[in-house]
Nanobody, 114 residues
Framework: QVQLVESGGGLVQAGGSLRLSCAYSRGIFDYSAVDWYRQGPGEQRELVASITYDGNTYYADSVKGRFTISRDGAKSTVFLHMNSLKPQDTAVYYC????????WGQGTRVTVSF
């Protein structure tokens, strides 16, 4: 079964940190880029960060210097380390990968309080 499963969301105060995890199906996405998107209340889904199978990364301007994406191929997991969180980071965070078609996880909610 092809899956992307997120975990690690929660409630945190502004300035705090969280680490999100995306466990992906071994053998399906091993050579796919894996992305983190987010969708805030009343907003469109936006790309936050991306990592290729060989470690090249991309970050949205809004998270550069605060978020770090990493990948553990042995564990078939992509992480999003989020530091210096702001209330505007509040959103549902989704893991995405492309393998012939688009695959999305179910999302994990991050709430940053003032």
């Amino acid at each position: 079964q092809v899956q992307l499963v997120e975990s690690g969301g929660g409630l945190v105060q502004a300035g705090g940190s969280l680490r999100l995890s995306c466990a992906y199906s071994r053998g399906i996405f091993d050579y796919s880029a894996v992305d983190w998107y987010r969708q805030g209340p009343g907003e469109q889904r936006e790309l936050v960060a991306s990592i290729t199978y060989d470690g090249n990364t991309y970050y949205a301007d809004s998270v550069k210097g605060r978020f770090t994406i990493s990948r553990d191929g042995a564990k078939s997991t992509v992480f999003l380390h989020m530091n210096s969180l702001k209330p505007q980071d509040t959103a549902v965070y989704y893991c995405h990968a492309l393998h012939t078609v688009d695959y999305w996880g179910q999302g994990t909610r991050v709430t940053v309080s003032f």
